[in-house]
């Protein structure tokens, strides 16, 4: 009976990851918007363990596609409040608790 309950225990807990991006936010056309969210899943994929170096890595490659002003944010757990062009905002989620926003701004 004891091994029942720790069965059941462990089935509970369990986390969902979400191993696909989820977009949260987002003001641009669909072309671009399908263009930026692989960018960031390609850069996160890459760069699993370091934030930095994808967020460059989607800031540097949107500057090149799109014109320049480009911003990009990736982590967990932070808060910002920003000003940006319109229809030129992204804002999703990726791998479980990894966080992304990109905007461009001049």
Same mark, same amino acid.
Request: hydrophobic fraction near 35%; aromatic fraction near 10%; charge should be negative.
């Given at each position: 009976?004891? !091994? ?8 509970? !807990? ?23 969210? !692989? ?5 996160? !994929? +890459? ?56 905007? +461009?701004?001049?």
């Amino acid at each position: 009976m004891a !091994e029942q309950t720790e069965e059941k225990k462990d089935t509970s !807990e369990s986390k969902r990851v979400h191993v696909y991006p989820l977009i949260r936010h987002s003001d641009m056309n669909d072309e671009m918007k399908t263009e930026a969210m !692989e960018l960031c899943v390609t850069a996160c !994929e +890459k760069f699993s363990s370091n934030n930095e170096n994808a967020a460059r890595m989607i800031k540097d490659t949107m500057d090149k596609k799109f014109g320049a002003s480009w911003h990009a944010i990736v982590g967990e757990g932070f808060g910002f409040e920003i000003t940006h062009e319109v229809k030129n905002l992204l804002y999703m989620f990726f791998g479980g608790n990894c966080a992304i926003c990109v905007w +461009k701004c001049s």
